[in-house]
């Protein structure tokens, strides 16, 4: 569904008036947008954040690489943001899967810098976000160009023209955002605001269930 489609659903559920055309530009600049209609635009990207944020959706999914230099330890990984979730690492040439160290266990292998190590990578470590993109610090620090895959899961920006595609199911995001539009109102002690947030509730769920099954043993749980 597109951003429009999202906002007149959750519109008409108020029986408020539907936005009739998509608007040109952001939705903050259209003619033919109330201020309600545009509050409602915003309860719906804070839905959209809540549900991208339950769960590694796989529609979310991507892969993106980073190659490294000789002597250099910090890359930022392209295509990413403050809400990117890594997945794994993964090195090319050996298919080597990297595994994730803490932050003050890399500080600890810095020194004494005679000491430290060169060759392939076998751990990385997220370090920060550098200009809106995430920073990882591979040890040991690279002796040679390899390519190191990231494997993540992208939200997408927060909506503002009217044709933008969701991603991730939408009737949680509708429901999510009717929820908070009814409490915004200040009905959030009735009936209606308890029955939304269920149907909020269970369709977050259902949709979760429907997606782990498309991504096999990731939900598995085995006893020790």
Do not use: C
């Amino acid at each position: 569904m597109t951003y429009r489609e999202l906002i007149n659903s959750v519109l008409r559920r108020l029986r408020e008036d539907s936005i009739p055309t998509n608007w040109s530009g952001s939705i903050l600049d259209a003619a033919n947008v109330t201020d309600y209609q545009v509050l409602i635009g915003d309860l719906v990207n804070e839905a959209k954040r809540q549900v991208e944020d339950a769960w590694n959706w796989s529609i979310l999914r991507a892969s993106t690489t980073v190659t490294t230099v000789a002597d250099t330890q910090a890359y930022t990984i392209s295509g990413t943001s403050q809400r990117t979730r890594i997945l794994m690492a993964q090195e090319q040439t050996n298919g080597t899967i990297l595994q994730e160290m803490s932050d003050p266990y890399l500080q600890f292998t810095k020194y004494p810098a005679s000491s430290v190590q060169k060759t392939i990578p076998h751990y990385y470590s997220v370090t920060g976000i550098s200009s809106g993109l995430v920073q990882v610090e591979f040890d040991p620090v690279p002796d040679a160009a390899y390519n190191i895959t990231f494997r993540v899961v992208n939200p997408q920006d927060d909506f503002t023209s009217a044709a933008t595609e969701l991603k991730v199911p939408h009737m949680p995001v509708i429901l999510g955002a009717w929820a908070m539009a009814i409490s915004e109102r200040g009905e959030d002690g009735g009936s209606m605001s308890d029955m939304v947030a269920i149907q909020y509730q269970n369709a977050l769920a259902d949709a979760i269930q429907i997606d782990a099954g498309r991504t096999v043993g990731e939900v598995d749980f085995y006893a020790s």
